[in-house]
């Protein structure tokens, strides 16, 4: 293995023949010619060998996979014959690096702009998977054709390729997880066509070859360190897949045992204990799962003890799949989290995470987006876990879980073995996530304010940054992250000022991986919901400390109070995107515009002495994968205010429709929309606040009128609250409680 290693690319055949054990059944024909030195009749043999060779298979079975993805995830297959027909047609690329092919001609040398993503096509080779899969759908040879054709060309080319690099200065063909995710698209490809003679059998050596060298490359790189991070995944991937699709090699089962050595480390590692990813990326997050699962699924298939029933890596990853379902977005995608977009191949996942795990609030969330019609898409629209998808198998032993069988994902079979989830709020503590949900419809209000810490760069540095979406509209956005990440959108993404929060000087602060926020109170009641927390993510800049309060009203307006300590003399801006019409009015307020209108309101408008708007590069929005680089503009305003001696201080509500904020001291605000109005007071729960007809004790208490009569009202951490002399609550201790005008 190690001498391998140390040549990849330049493997002979005679140290091709001896990586494989001769002595096993049925590679009678390959070893008479071994021993002869014979090497084309030991590539005949070897390809007779593998075209009637029915196990071990992928995670699918290609008999069966093309009618059941026919039959029940139809949407699938055009996208996959037309990527297919598009490399048919010579198209290769990976957004927005296109490769140059003439007459049947790929210049796999040419990188003209220098595209980190040129790397996606001579080394990871994504575009390919395509083609195996099309060819089963179709019968038809072209695909397999063009396989052979742009797989022969890449492994003829690749010394130069790694000789050349692509102008990018390191390897684009064998460095970090490039050989792991190859591997598998080749392993994928070459059990989908191994039965068409478009594969030669000198194409057959050539593709052993390529999976050798890329398994024992891998192994030597990746044994015996853990290392932090998505990557070591990738590429212990392809030490997995090869070691369990190509038994005949010798090191197999040793590639397999690092593999799932390595996954479990990071099931354990690298996350936290709410399941969240340590990048807090939704992307990365659903990476690792993904090929993680795809280890797993294999190993199910050829009947072997998989990932899913591992003592330790098990929950874990059933963790993770709960991590997405509680981030899920009542408009159908997972937010996006720092470097990831709005996507849609969480359904994938819960419908894997449904059927191994026998959760029916999985299958209920995984099928309410399947009869959408539509193709789950990540980054590129086609999402690669689409790939994952393989035809219906027996359960796992035991009871049959509820909800998780195939069929209950189709309209009208198998619907009461759904469950809906039983949460809607949650608070993702470790990866710091607080999350208010009112439901499950589009139409519902979903507010997401982060406060994690990450453990790589993935994260950006936008501490109790905020998404809001309602009325099926994202109606505050997050920057997301473009496909390349040298792409000129990607500096600014990566940026305190793209983000939903304060800043000073509109600079980012620093430190990478950024750091976080910390939460002090997230609380959720019947009819409001609370998140407050700091960070200091510019103390080191200005010993600078800024706080944010959140009070979501669930069927009313949104408010939040920043209040910024130190850095005298400087400038401090609150910042809002969205990809809604804007308006902004001369009293500094603006109006949104989209299915519903919005106002976004100021307290102390007189301190703000001018509101700016830009126009500014965001990621796809949710249900608009855009085919350039995932990109589109959004509104960006931004209120300015000089820092004083006692720091500077934001008062803001969101509104639906129309509404008023006014301030009542520094900690108090009444809130106005046509008929209703709110009295909010911030405090601590040992500290009297008082306005005419409140008194409170708590950290928070919000009073709601209408028409001028209390109707009801919340306390978060208090121990008093008196409405018009009327006692509410009285406690010893502080309580969070929703309450009512007492009876009288």
């Known amino acids: ?202 194409l057959h050596v050539k593709l052993l070859k390529a999976l050798l060298g890329a398994a024992a490359w891998l192994y030597a790189q990746n044994d015996p360190a853990y290392q932090v991070g998505n990557q070591q995944v990738a590429a212990v991937l392809g030490c997995g897949v090869v070691g369990l699709v190509f038994p005949e090699f010798r090191d197999a089962e040793a590639w397999v045992e690092l593999c799932e050595e390595r996954m479990i480390e990071h099931m354990q590692d690298d996350f936290f204990a709410d399941g969240g990813h340590r990048e807090l990326c939704t992307q990365y997050h659903k990476t690792v799962l993904r090929d993680v699962g795809y280890v797993a699924l294999i190993s199910e298939a050829n009947g072997r003890e998989s990932l899913f029933s591992d003592p330790d890596a098990g929950p874990q990853i059933e963790r993770a799949y709960e991590w997405l379902a509680r981030l899920i977005m009542p408009t159908g995608e997972t937010p996006a989290l720092h470097s990831a977009v709005f996507a849609t191949d969480w359904a994938v996942h819960l419908e894997l995470g449904a059927r191994q795990f026998g959760r029916g609030d999985f299958a209920w969330l995984a099928e309410r987006y399947w009869r959408r019609g539509e193709v789950p898409s990540q980054k590129p629209p086609f999402a690669l876990a689409n790939y994952m998808i393989a035809e219906a198998r027996p359960l796992p032993p035991g009871p049959p879980p509820p909800g998780n069988a195939h069929d209950a994902f189709q309209a009208g079979e198998g619907g009461e073995r759904l469950t809906a989830p039983d949460w809607l709020s949650v608070h993702l503590e470790e990866s710091g996530f607080a999350v208010m949900r009112t439901g499950w419809e589009a139409e519902d209000r979903y507010l997401l304010v ?82 407050a927390g700091y960070h200091e993510g510019y103390r080191k800049v200005a010993r600078i400390t800024i706080s944010r309060e959140v009070l979501a009203i669930k069927d009313g307006p949104l408010l939040f109070r920043d209040q910024v300590e130190g850095g005298m003399g400087r400038e401090a801006q609150w910042n809002f995107h969205s990809p809604l019409q804007m308006r902004v009015s001369a009293d500094r307020s603006a109006e949104l515009v989209g299915r519903a209108r919005y106002r976004l309101v100021a307290a102390w408008p007189d301190e703000i002495p001018r509101a700016t708007v830009e126009r500014r590069w965001h990621t796809i929005l949710p249900r608009d994968c855009q085919p350039e680089d995932c990109g589109d503009e959004v509104n960006v305003l931004r209120w300015p205010k000089r820092i004083g001696e006692s720091g500077a201080r934001f008062g803001v ?57 209390p109707v009801r009202g919340w306390v978060f951490r208090g121990t008093r609250l008196v409405v018009n002399d009327l006692v509410w609550l009285s406690a010893q201790g502080p309580v969070t409680r929703e309450v009512g005008p007492p009876v009288v």
């Open 653 to 709: 509500a969101l509104f639906e429709d129309d509404g008023a904020i006014e301030p009542l001291g520094d900690d108090g605000f009444r809130l106005t929309s046509g008929p209703r109005e709110w009295i909010v007071l911030f405090g601590e729960a040992r500290r009297r606040m008082q306005v005419p007809g409140i008194v409170a004790q708590a950290r928070c208490a919000c009073v709601e009128l209408r028409a001028g009569e």
């Open 1 to 202: 293995m190690t001498a391998l290693a140390d040549h990849p690319d330049a493997i002979s055949d005679a140290e091709l023949w001896a990586a494989v054990d001769l002595q096993r059944d049925g590679l009678e024909g390959v070893r008479e010619a071994v021993t002869r030195e014979d090497w084309p009749a030991a590539a005949e043999a070897w390809a007779a060998h593998f075209r009637a060779r029915e196990t071990p298979t992928m995670h699918f079975h290609r008999d069966a996979w093309p009618a059941w993805i026919r039959e029940h995830r139809p949407q699938l297959v055009a996208p996959i014959i037309a990527e297919a027909d598009e490399i048919v047609a010579g198209r290769i690329t990976h957004d927005p690096f296109v490769l140059r092919v003439e007459d049947r001609e790929i210049e796999w040398l040419e990188n003209p702009t220098r595209d980190t993503n040129y790397v996606s096509v001579v080394g990871s080779q994504w575009f390919l998977n395509c083609l195996g899969r099309a060819y089963l759908l179709t019968g038809d040879d072209r695909y397999a054709e063009a396989f052979a054709w742009i797989f022969g060309s890449w492994f003829d080319h690749q010394q130069d390729i790694r000789a050349q690099q692509g102008d990018l200065g390191f390897d684009p063909i064998f460095r970090a997880y490039y050989p792991g995710v190859r591997a598998r698209v080749l392993s994928d490809c070459y059990y989908c066509l191994a039965q068409s003679d478009a594969l030669t059998p000198e």
């Open 450 to 531: 982060q406060h994690g810490w990450a453990n790589t760069g993935h994260a950006y540095p936008g501490a109790l940054h905020f998404i809001y979406a309602a009325n099926g509209e994202l109606v505050a956005s997050s920057p997301g992250s473009p496909r390349s990440y040298r792409d000129a959108a990607y500096p600014y993404c990566h940026s305190t000022p793209s983000h939903n929060v304060v800043t000073i000087d509109n600079a980012s602060y620093p430190g990478r991986p950024s750091p976080g926020g910390h939460a002090e109170l997230v609380e959720d009641l019947p009819g409001a919901w609370l998140f």
